[in-house]
């Protein structure tokens, strides 16, 4: 019985210091003078039934964001196989160029705003092989109109590709990913390919080395089968600065991709009242993500959730907008 009592202290005080020596390493942080960036979504801005190119506008103009991050839909490019249509996407690239704002093109088949897969359902009646002929197909499009486009950056190839937990897409397809990022490199030499991953459910090491460049999601208040998960106290700047440090990626070659700055949510913001939209995701909140993340020691932060500012802004409450702003002056 002695025994037993003196291996339960043991664990309960090596437990107790592993805790204090976590908690202790939130005392750690990697200060630098971030860039603020968008993630801007024109299919999102009318899911909100907003003037999409409204948003966009306001976000270059008012907002003065000179990063930003545009998905390319294949489902909305290529609804037809064969027919192509990038008049929005021309007009994006446009106005950003007149501003001279820079632009990372997220292309492929997985890429941001759910239900994170964007193929046109002609593509599902295919085979396998079919699909990937038809997807590869696509990129060679996208990137032959683009790659001398002024405001262009960087490509994006896919989003968080082997994030098989969230969003509706086949299972993460290596030897695929690679002919994507190749199809790039080969047809345009001028850009980088930036590869993206999950920062808080993933390890990185599947996906840090594929790109040149190397982008990573940062979520704090997150929905789960409890209810709301807040990684406040959970996650420190450390955990990120050690994945990197264990996939060989130097600071200035990852960065913030996808900076949670919206409501996580299981119906769409249009289906979810203020009330709830606040006890997911409030003005506190946005604060803390915005401060840790600057905590990052990272070139670049890119937030999510322009669309929804904005939606705010119109409902009568312009508080994150007003906040958003105050990163890009």
């Not at 997150?222 to 450390?238: A, R, W």
Request: charged share 25%; glycine share 4%; proline share 4%.
């Amino acid at each position: 019985m002695k025994k037993t009592k003196y291996i339960l202290i043991k664990i309960f005080y090596v437990v107790l210091a592993l805790v204090i020596i976590w908690q202790a390493s939130f005392l750690i942080k990697f200060k630098s003078n971030s860039q603020f960036g968008v993630t801007f979504s024109a299919m999102q801005a009318k899911d909100l039934n907003l003037p999409w190119k409204e948003v966009y506008l306001a976000t270059l103009d008012d907002l003065n964001a000179k990063i930003i991050r545009i998905p390319v839909y294949w489902d909305e490019v290529e609804k037809n196989q064969g027919a192509y249509d990038f008049t929005e996407l021309d007009w994006q690239l446009q106005e950003a160029q007149k501003r001279n704002a820079k632009i990372i093109l997220a292309i492929g088949q997985r890429v941001p705003r759910w239900p994170e897969c964007h193929r046109p359902e002609w593509v599902s009646v295919q085979s396998k092989s079919d699909q990937d002929k038809a997807l590869l197909s696509y990129l060679k499009i996208v990137i032959e109109r683009y790659k001398v486009n002024p405001a262009l950056e960087m490509w994006q190839v896919e989003n968080e590709p082997f994030l098989n937990v969230f969003g509706d897409c086949p299972v993460g397809d290596k030897d695929l990913l690679v002919q994507e990022i190749n199809t790039v490199k080969t047809l345009d030499q001028d850009h980088q390919v930036l590869i993206t991953d999950s920062g808080e459910l993933s390890t990185w090491l599947r996906t840090a080395k594929l790109g040149d460049e190397f982008g990573f999601s940062v979520y704090r208040s997150v929905g789960s089968l409890f209810g709301k998960l807040t990684y406040n106290h959970i996650i420190p700047p450390l955990f990120y600065k050690f994945k990197a440090w264990m996939t060989g990626k130097y600071s200035d070659k990852i960065f913030v991709s996808e900076l949670q700055a919206e409501p996580w949510t299981k119906k769409g913001i249009l289906h979810t009242s203020v009330e709830d939209q606040n006890k997911s995701f409030d003005y506190a909140q946005f604060e803390k993500n915005i401060a840790f993340s600057k905590d990052l020691g990272v070139p670049r932060v890119y937030m999510w959730g322009v669309e929804w500012w904005y939606w705010k802004k119109i409902q009568g409450d312009a508080s994150f907008w007003n906040l958003a702003k105050k990163q890009f002056n």
